[in-house]
């Protein structure tokens, strides 16, 4: 495997300009979609087939009272433990070489488990193709030695491709930095590959708590409880079982009316 | 921000269903096997109710997927902590499983008698298995309440015990099988299960908490209790002890309880969707 | 610009007067630089945008009020004693003495000296320096001479203190005294900032006063000149700046010079009389302007026909043919035919219904876009019938960038060469091509024209590169750069320049009509390789390191790839830079002169905008300010509206002035318009009681004719919108997502309601003021899948005024009412 690839999103660079978004639907030609009414500047609301990359418009007041307005571009977290991976029951997600999550078009056969299983939102329908649809992290770039089109994009820099283990030094002296300035908040998001689904490989810097930013505090992997529901499951059968059993082995009649 | 799988009706029914055919064979398989030579109508009830259910349910789940001439890629991987790709794998399995069966039953060899009993014995965990794992399947996923509910799979179980006891016993009802002490039994089986299951419910309500706000409050509600708890297992257990003289009630209480399985799926599927 | 965006990077202040962040996005990578660097970033905006989200300091200004807070940054500088005193007495023309009858708007109750009530306009006979006996201007080093600049600047904005301040922008006084501190204590030889403006400053009645202001301000901060300091004018996109530079304006030729008026410049030597300054870089202007003549007309520019002078277009008077002016003359029946070229006048330009409705009066109109814009469909504009226009309109499909060589010059006077990557489709042609083709055709038909008038337009070659049909781009920018035309020899006989050779800088153009030049500042972009071959520096790509923090090896920068212009202020009077920090050029007297027994050169990071040989301490060696007459800054610098800047209230506006009698810009362009096509409301209207002010979102480009279009772009705003605080939401009953009526004298839009927190009502000398924000990329044309593509016309709310120096409209600051729904 090869050495494992990331980005790196610096929330606090981010000028909410949606050059990301635009470059990811031109790059990935991801077609027209008829935005709703949301009272923002947010469009769309969320990831869908069409969307892969979001910028998020997040309004909220300053302990002073001045007004705030955190930006964030939102994307596939290519998590190193993927619920959406493991879930998927063709094979059709797949992780990379570069170990970025990625959806074999040509394979996937609709059943949208990994729509449930991604803890982020992320995996997204496509009524048209029948398949699940999500942040390729540009694979025909990496592939060809380009970084993906949301980080060419970028004009700040809030958006970082690079090798995983350089973007988290990085990010780290970042976090750093911005605490000294006074961003007392600033912390990682899925940087850690010992934290929550072994480390995201596209991994944040945030300025306030994830819940903030729509993103859950401890995403958690889906998968995790297949053994403890199955053994409930399991005893749940057994007193069934039992039950019927006793009821079939019981010689005298089952009920009164027979 | 999570995503809904669009799990809607076809999949409440594919859940509905499975969960009848498992649970009718292994009503049938136990029957079968542990009980007399009178029970032989429940058993092959059973079995041949199973056989058409578990085709309809293979059929709703090809038809639900967004490509289903791509079903058997389905069959290309094999994950066995995967509860979709497991149960993919079972259900065609299990549909084996319930096709020789019911071809057995109808025969009068005894020879092939043992040999369905002896199938039936192994069936039995696949039908178990069709009945639970799409509560586990849906445990596992990431969205709120699903994914809190450790006894999905259990309930489920249980329900597919209770709709399938019931559905036989309502078959054998209308089929005009209840001549034999058999029927008699399913229906203390199904009394069982239903027990079981509202025992499990309150397990589950129990162990979510807050967490099972979704059916307990809100849109939802009216259906879940009124639909699933009352009229699908407290009404039929009632009118089971009430009215166990009164020949008619049966099968009204057994509609109940299939009515209630429904609304079980449904409002665990549909009100984290809707 | 003066500066470099790359340079915003070693500022200790920034402040946006912009939307950089929106608008500017790719630059605005440098404010997050600095800001990374420690810097302060402050954000003047009536609005709280994504440009505000990054800042410091959010300050919400009333739009139309920038002179007044500019001046009272200047006061607080001066009363403070915040500002570069060693700078201000030596490289402006503060301690220079003015004409004793001289008074400014504070002791002219907001008129200068001068005004003639009858005319409209000043008289500016008082508006001068005074002389000593050698006709040089008389200072005052002490600055204390109360006819000095100084003190009388002092005087002026003494009236534009904080409570002042407060009343007029609707800043409370404790937020301008923070931001004041903030900005003007960062100054000094240690420290720097600058200021960006964009429309914001430009699109008022007073516009031009606005930025001078701006410029004024940053004087007596000393960070004019200096790393980290300068006049950030953003540009638009992409290609003002090169439009401005060839001059595709009605009052200027290539390069800065006037275009010339009929009565005032009946012959080259009037003309090279009348605008050949005395003093400064620009007594080199008759080379230039001879270059230019050449580059023309080639050979048939000699010197026997004043290098054919006589047939460039004269302007008859200064107060005509600006876009304002056309769309007026056009409504009236002036003008009879109208080419378009990559412009959607229908929606882009102020009082655009105006502007359709004259255009629907065309005989004929040739429209060259990459989209069927609203212009191109004329006649489709809504309230009309189709029926009754007339007009013939030709659309010619245009080439975007991708699809043709050429050069885009940014804001940073950047020129940047960029290859075609794909061949345009079908009938798709460049603009180039296009003019080309079109001028040769019109010389086919005037082929044989003894008029004397038709010579200049017969001699003029229109022929680039071989292909006869396609021009080669490389060729028009080497005829922009200039070249010899003929051999051109040193006095030892040596050639240094074979006929036809590019010239390498715009110090070897000649007024003898041995050079040619396009748009002399250009010179130096194409250049004689040592092979013998062109070299095209526009394709430079060296990006900057290091070593060369400025990237001087990428792209080009008029001129003469100066990246900081007037950079000799970075160093003091003796030539040294004024701090370690802040260093940039400064003279180095060890280094080889321009001749073997001289030494001393003014050396450094940046390409000195300067005599490279001048020492500091010979005669003009301590005056930056080379392009001026006078070689200093000017803080006084008359304009057609006044040597400083004064406030007025916007034409349309909701107080009267609290600075003066004097309500509106005493010189302000109105256009009178008939069939009531340019109402204006007046002061304190009841029936149009709410400011309003038109901007632009990062998601769409001008007009919407590059983003309307295109699904990715256009789908990233539901549809047509109004930002309203809910304040003014509550006062209507509306609710975020309701329909509501835009009102002005001129016209009404439907539009979406976004009530928001980011717009929040001033309190205007004690009175609660509403404004409301409207973007203005909708037209009726976009895509049919997406209904929100299409929208109504913003600027059919704004009114044909302008601002008496360059005619720009007052598309920031008008009034108008909101009524809930469509009415």
Redesign the interface.
Known sequence: MARTLAMFTDTSLCIGCRACQVACKQWNELGLEVPDWTGTYQNHTHFTDKTFRLVRFIEEPKPTGDLAWLLMSDVCKHCAEAGCLDACPTGAIYRTEYGTVNINQDVCNGCRYCVSSCPFGVVSFNETTGTAKKCTFCNDRIHNGLGPACAKACPTDSIQFGFRDDLVTKAQKRVETLKAMGFKDAQLYGADSKGFLGGLNAFFLLLSKPSTYSLPEQPKLPQRNVVVDSLLSVGSAIVIGLGALLAFRDREQGDGNA | ???????ELMIVWYFFLGGIAGGAY??AA??DN???VR?RA?ARTGYLLSLPLVGMCGMLLIA?????R??L??L??F?F?????I??WMVGVFGLFTFVSSVLSFTSSEKMAALRRKIGLVG?LFG?FLA??T?????????PF??DA?????????SG?STG?AAVSLLMFVTGA????G???????DR??MI?ELL?LAAFLFMLGSAAKPITTGHFAPLFWGGLVAMGLVIPLVLDLVG??V?AL?PIAAVLVLVGGFILRYVVLMSIQA | MTTNLIDLQHSDVIMATSNMAENHPVGFQWVMKAKERGAKFIHVDPRFTRTSAAADIHVPIRSGTNIAFFGGLINYAIQHNLYFRDYVVHYTNASFLIDPEFKTATDGNGLFTGFDAAKGAYDRTSWKYQLDGEGNPKRDLTLRDPHSVFQLMRRHYSRYTLQMVERVCGIPQAKFEEVAKLYCSNSGREKTGTITYALNLTQHTNGVENIRALCMLQLLLGNIGRPGGGVTALRGHANVQGATDLELLYHELPGYMAQPLRDAHPDLTAYMEKETPKGGFWVNKPKFFVSLLKAFYGDAATKDNEYGYQWLPKRAKADAYSHQHIFVDMYNGAIKGFLALGQNPAVGGPNAKLARSAMQRLDWLVVKDIFLTETAEIWKAPGVDPKTVKTEVFFMPAAPAAEKDGSLTNTMRLIQWHERAVTPPGDVTSDAEFVCTLARRLQALYAGSKKERDRGFLAASFKYGDNPKEPEMVEVLKEINGYATEDITDKDGKVVYKKGQPLNTFAHMTDDGKTAGGCWIYTGVTVEGPDGKLVNKANARKPADDKDYLGHGWGFAWPANRRILYNRAAADLAGKPWSEKKKLIWWDAEAPGNEPSKKGKWVGLDVPDFNPFLAPDAKNGDKPFIMRTDLVGGFFGPLNDGPFPEHYEPIESPVRNLLSKQQNNPVAKIWKVPDQQNELAPTGSAEYPYVITTYRLTEHHLSGVMSRYLPMLAELHHSHFTEISHELADELALKNGDMVTVATPRGKIHVRAMVTNRLKPFVIDGKKVHQIGVPWHWGYNGIAELPGSRGDITNDLSATVGDPNVYIQETKAFMCNVKKGVV
């Open positions: 921000m999570l995503k809904t799988p669009d799990w292994f009503t136990i029957a542990f009980g007399t029970d429940v639900d997927l967004g490509v289903p791509r079903f890629n389905m290309a991987a994950k902590w995967d509860p979709m790709s149960g993919a039995l178990f639970s794992y509560g586990v399947l849906i445990s596992n996923s990431a969205m699903w994914s450790r006894l999905m799979g259990a309930l489920f179980l249980a015990a006891m209840t001549a034999g002490e029927w008699g039994k399913v229906k203390k089986a069982f299960s079981f499990v166990h003289r020949r049966a």
